[in-house]
């Protein structure tokens, strides 16, 4: 099993930054393509952006230019910088893992962006 680990999130002002992390660990075998998603209250769980290992990136329209993920394949780690937030991006953001194929996902860290 693979266990992952957000933190990061919290409340910010339309314009402002926050940065979320990911961790995984436990019994990793290869870990494969990484990113996150979020899910707006009344709204499906929608991508946000991946990241390959090879760090091959892909964004929501959404979030392009205003977003960027990273990640350190040695900490098994995911960053999500986010920038110019405005209020439509409020949401549960959660991080996903692919090892070998098996999907994880981590716990749900809340972003608010007041206006």
């Known amino acids: 099993q693979v266990q992952l680990v957000v933190s990061g999130g919290g409340l910010v002002q339309a314009g402002g930054s926050l940065r979320l992390s990911c961790a995984a660990s436990?019994?990793?075998?290869?870990?494969?393509?990484m990113g996150w998603y979020r899910q707006a209250p009344g709204k499906q769980r929608e991508l946000v952006t991946t990241i390959t290992r090879g760090g091959r990136t892909n964004y929501a329209d959404s979030v392009k230019g205003r977003f960027t993920i990273s990640r350190d394949n040695a900490k098994n780690t995911v960053y999500l910088e986010m920038n110019s937030l405005q209020p439509e991006d409020t949401a549960v953001y959660y991080c996903y893992v692919n090892d070998y194929g098996r999907p994880y996902w981590g716990q749900g860290t809340q972003v608010t962006v007041s206006s």
């Open positions: 436990g019994s990793i075998f290869s870990i494969g393509a």
